[in-house]
């Protein structure tokens, strides 16, 4: 049977719809000085096109609920905040081959399929400590990512302007557009995986790592045509590429929701899946309120601060009907934290015979500051967690459904470690984010072979 078409709430009350997240507190949202410009901006976004469709929407979902049956894992990648004048075709085909790779190397490791969701096509907004920022003894809002206001340290810049949610939205369709054109036009063929190195990858010991797996897989594909199977077929030829980003700005997540002509559900049209984030996780506040209303596949990130109860309440909230693939818990705390809390919190979920996929995001816990001022974030610590997240499922006999992590596919230096070797000197070289640290394309892609390793060991399968 089909779940009502509005999900109970927690406090009881059966009436939602895409504003009634209006009706209680909402944290981490920017203040606008011109409520007629706001609205103006929303009704813009109200007659626009759908940036996803339901049916890519409910395509996803079955996928998740795969992976939550222990049949697949989750890779979710992209930029920590998208920005309006980075962007470029370029740019965006990097990261989806960055995550192409990846997505082979975890495919080859694990012998499950891998789910291929962006932090992409609308990953713009971010949420902050403090709601001001002060330099020099001014003060100034605190930059909360281009869909709200600009970078640069001025009174102009800084000022919340609602156009810029409509900016982002047709940056939003321009990036789907090239998104599609990649998945399904012939660049994500997988006779072409020895193209999909990036050239500054192609020097680093990953690079050499994954040039011999994609000789073994040609091997493999050589072999299957011998044999008679079409590898021309879309399952050799295309992938299927999901948009996610944090639900954090209301106004843009309210206007792009849609009722299904088809089922009468309502869908968030901006992505295929949203999440909410460690701030605004409150159960009694307005992005549970909103996100309990739609049928996307949702997130939510947790550190060490939610209890296991507090999760179950969460899970209850989100997932009142406990639909397999409805929600993955994405979890942030670093791996000493990690050791301690996510056995309780795992075993909670176990004895109230919950449906969750379990999803590691293991650097926004381990973001710190250097004595030059750059925050960044160590590769062995990223390691150090994401082992910790396979050791303590394999100690719960649970499904380690995922990883979730910023990157790109530019030849940045942000985070410390790893193959590529940056160092705290090197960091500035090319330290190019407007928001949080990403690995680059070859610190990436040492993690995809450190979960693929992981997976094959779980399975019992001899190292790649």
């Not at 626009?48 to 609920?65: I, Q, T, Y």
């Not at 000789?215 to 295309?238: C, H, N, Q, W, Y």
């Not at 980003?245 to 869908?267: F, M, P, V």
Request: proline share 5%; glycine share 8%.
């Amino acid at each position: 049977m089909d779940p009502p078409l509005f999900p109970p709430s927690h406090n009881g009350s059966s009436e939602w719809s895409p504003s009634s997240w209006k009706n209680v507190v909402a944290k981490q949202m920017p203040i606008y000085d011109d409520q007629e410009e706001l609205e103006k901006a929303v009704k813009t976004l109200d007659r626009v096109a759908p940036l996803v469709f339901a049916g890519e929407v409910r395509s996803l979902h079955e996928k998740l609920a795969r992976v939550a049956e222990g049949q697949g894992i989750v890779l979710m990648g992209g930029d920590c905040a998208e920005s309006f004048k980075e962007f470029h075709v370029n740019h965006i085909r990097d990261t989806f081959r960055v995550i192409l790779q990846m997505a082979l190397v975890m495919t080859y490791g694990s012998s499950m399929p891998v789910v291929k969701i962006g932090r992409i096509a609308g990953q713009f907004a971010k949420p902050r400590s403090d709601p001001n920022e002060v330099v020099g003894g001014v003060s100034l809002p605190s930059y909360r990512g281009d869909i709200v206001n600009g970078e640069e340290f001025t009174s102009e810049a800084r000022r919340n302007d609602p156009q810029r949610m409509v900016e982002a939205y047709y940056q939003s369709a321009q990036t789907l557009n090239i998104l599609r054109a990649f998945s399904t036009g012939g660049y994500a063929d997988i006779s072409r995986l020895h193209a999909w190195n990036l050239d500054f990858v192609e020097g680093t010991e990953e690079g050499s790592r994954y040039r011999l797996l994609a000789s073994k897989v040609d091997e493999s594909l050589r072999f299957m045509k011998a044999i008679g199977v079409d590898t021309s077929k879309p399952e050799f030829t295309s992938v299927d590429f999901y948009t996610s980003h944090e639900c954090l700005l209301l106004h843009y997540e309210q206007a792009l929701t849609r009722q299904d002509s088809i089922t009468g559900k309502w869908y968030d049209c901006s992505a295929h899946m949203l999440w909410v984030g460690e701030r605004t996780r409150n159960l009694d506040g307005a992005h549970l309120e909103f996100t309990r209303g739609l049928c996307n596949p949702l997130g939510v990130k947790v550190s060490d601060k939610c209890s296991p109860e507090q999760l179950i309440q969460i899970i209850d909230k989100m997932n009142p009907h406990n639909i397999p693939g409805k929600l993955s818990i994405i979890v942030r705390m670093g791996a000493e934290k990690l050791r301690k809390h996510l056995p309780g919190m795992i075993s909670a979920v176990q004895r109230e015979r919950k449906t969750v996929v379990w999803i590691s995001d293991p650097v926004h816990g381990n973001t710190r500051k250097t004595k030059s001022g750059y925050k960044t974030r160590d590769f062995d610590k990223i390691r150090e967690e994401l082992n910790a997240f396979f050791d303590v499922h394999d100690q719960m006999g649970s499904h380690p459904g995922g990883v979730h992590v910023e990157m790109t596919g530019e030849d940045v230096t942000e985070c410390t470690g790893g193959v590529s070797d940056v160092t705290e000197d090197t960091l500035k070289h090319r330290y190019n984010t407007t928001c949080d640290p990403r690995l680059n394309g070859s610190q990436a892609l040492e993690l995809a072979f450190i979960i693929a390793e992981r997976m094959r060991l779980r399975t019992g399968l001899p190292p790649l």
